[in-house]
Structure formats: C-alpha cells, structure tokens
C-alpha cells in the first residue's frame, strides 16, 4: 500500500478551502470562551464567597466533561432550545435546518472557557500586589487600579498560555465534525469517500493544521516579546 501523491496534491486545495469555516468557528468559539473566562475569573477574585464556590464548582464540572459529550450534548440540546424559543415568538424554527454552528460554539466556548479561566486568575495573582499598594498610596481608586495596573500586565503575563489554549481550541473544533459542523476535517472526509483515500486526505489537513498553528505560534511569540520587554530580567 503506498500513498496516492497525485491525489494528496490535487486534493489539497479541496481540503484548504475548508480552512475558513474552521477558522470561523475558531474565532466564535475563542470570542465566547474569553468573555466566559472574563466573568468566571472575575467571580472567582472577587470576595464573595457563595458565588465563588459556585462558579469554582460549575468551572470544575465543566472541565471534568469531556468535549466530545458537550458537543453531542449541546447537539441533542439545539431543537428543544429552538423549539422553545418558536414557542414565545423568537425564533422561527425548522426542523430542515437546525443550527448546529451555534451549538458546536456554545460546547467549544464552555468547555475552553474554563480552562482559560485559570489563566485569568493566575495572571491577575501574578501581578506584584506592591503596585496595587502603591496605586493605592498614590490616590488612585481600585477601577484606576484594576485599568491601567493590573489588566495591561496581566493581559502579557497570559499571552503565553492564551497562545496555547487557542491553538488547542482550533485543533479542537476538528471534534465539531461529529454533529455535521462543516470544518476543514469533514471537508477532507468528503473529498476522499470516493475513492477511500483518507489516509491522503487526512494527510493534506494535518499539513494546513500544522501550517495555521505554527504561524499562530510564531505570531503570538513575537507579540509577547514585543509588549513582554517589562518582564524581561534587567541587565547589570
């Protein structure tokens, strides 16, 4: 058994064209899960107890499930939801076209958004709690504080984990295939079904998963450096 090159290279502008939709649902997906981490780890800092506890115990459930069940969870969730919002006049629903785009985002978001709630909260740690002393000695209220100490360091101190959740995120949404969610990897399953080439077909869209990743990798490291220079250890 040898691999069809022929095919692989005719094939890779077929499987590429899949990319946008993956990168779609990439952004969608990262949008949300920040806004979840946002207000998860903002709960999380503050100093209320009893929601605390609450949301630490939600962030755990979640990170407990595995993607796969959230996927197909929220996949078996979507009709009910609409259903229901056709019921008060919201949505006109259709059983011939179900949005699984948005339940593929609201499973890839939760799931990624609890992670990610960790790195608010340890970056936020990170930051020297002497500069909120001393923005407080200075008048500086806790909001001025909040703004223009602890967000711009600990938005740098995050860079680096952020840069690995969201290439995880966008390998992850390969899994969104599973309730008919078109992305780059369905895309390569059709192409090769005629001819029972996957092997090339899969072969074509690890070569543009590690191609996107790698750029993002390198993207994300030349950003850190630039606004990370604060960070840097100073030279004698």
Known sequence: ?????????????????????????????????????????????????????????????????????????????????????????VYDFNPRHIPYFPAAVVAIACNFGAYITDVVVSSVKAVDRGQTESAAAVGMTPLQTVVRIILPQATVISIPSMTNYFIWLLKGTSLASIINVAEMLITAQISAADGYQYLEAYVDAAIIYWAVCAAIEFGCDKLYKRVGFFMQPSRA
């Open 1 to 89: 058994m040898e691999l069809d090159y022929d095919f692989m290279i005719s094939d890779f502008p077929t499987v590429l064209a899949g990319l946008p939709k993956t990168l779609v649902l990439t952004f969608w997906s990262m949008l949300w899960a920040l806004i979840i981490a946002i207000v998860f780890g903002s709960v999380i800092l503050s100093r209320v107890p009893v929601a605390k506890q609450i949301v630490v115990a939600l962030n755990t459930f979640i990170k407990g499930v595995p993607l796969t069940v959230q996927l197909l969870f929220c996949y078996y969730a979507v009709p009910f939801v609409c259903k229901w919002l056709d019921s008060i006049g």
